[in-house]
């Protein structure tokens, strides 16, 4: 069992930046790729961004690729996403969740999920 904590999630203003963080609790994230979802309001959970544990392999949503990004820390003990150029459409509940070496885009492909952290973005 892993547990997933984000951090970072608040209200900003179309054109700002966020940047939000996911940390396991009482482990390490050795061997996992790490990837972030979001949920908006009456939608279903939609990919963001994901990372593999090497660090080496990203991969982005067309609808966030050029304004978001995803890297690890130096220890390999946070996984970060910087939001940029932030728009309303990007008002979501935002969760990581991880699964084994390589990143895909599948919701049903991790394993463990955070809670989530709220982004809400104003015009």
């Known amino acids: 069992q892993m547990q997933l904590v984000e951090s970072g999630g608040r209200a900003a203003q179309a054109g700002g930046s966020l940047r939000l963080s996911c940390a396991p609790s009482?482990?390490?994230?050795?061997?996992?790729?790490v990837g972030w979802f979001r949920q908006a309001p009456g939608k279903e959970r939609e990919f963001v961004a994901a990372?593999?544990?090497?660090?080496?392999?990203?991969t982005y949503a067309d609808s966030v690729k050029g304004r978001f990004a995803i890297s690890w820390d130096n220890a390999k003990i946070t996984v970060w996403l910087q939001m940029n150029s932030l728009k309303p459409e990007d008002t979501a509940v935002y969760s990581c969740?991880?699964?084994?070496?390589?990143?895909?885009?599948?919701?049903?492909?991790?394993?463990?999920w955070g809670q989530g952290t709220q982004v809400t973005v104003s015009a």
């Open positions: 009482g482990r390490t994230f050795s061997g996992w790729a």
């Open positions: 990372i593999s544990w090497s660090g080496n392999r990203t």
């Open positions: 969740a991880v699964r084994p070496l390589i990143p895909t885009m599948r919701r049903s492909d991790y394993v463990y």
